[in-house]
């Protein structure tokens, strides 16, 4: 278990496509290795790597050594980051819309 802060900001890392999309991938999964997710991509193995290390960095991925391979698997607890943020918006819209519809009701 790492102990220490993300190294990454997780809205930088979820910022990229790629990324994103690695991470609806291992959502569906326990966890996968490089080998079986880099076939999702047109890159090679080790442009799909460095996506996977700054997944990891702001602490998205876990990595687990099974022999030789690494397996990546998806922890999304720091996305709950990006969800308080959204909700927060989305409270603050809700109440706009509400105002707006009284003041249109109002006018009839």
């Not at 996977?52 to 990595?63: G, M, Q, W």
């Amino acid at each position: 278990m790492n102990r220490t802060g993300p190294k990454r900001d997780v809205y930088e890392a979820v910022a990229d496509p790629t990324r994103r999309k690695l991470i609806q991938i291992l959502s569906d999964v326990e966890e996968l290795p490089l080998h079986e997710l880099t076939p999702h991509f047109q890159m090679g193995r080790t442009a799909v790597s460095k996506h996977l290390t700054i997944l990891r960095d702001a602490h998205l991925v876990s990595v687990r050594k099974v022999g030789r391979e690494t397996r990546y698997r998806l922890n999304a607890a720091p996305l709950q980051e990006i969800q308080d943020w959204v909700a927060f918006y989305e409270d603050f819209w809700k109440a706009r819309m509400t105002k707006l519809h009284q003041l249109l009701e109002e006018k009839k």
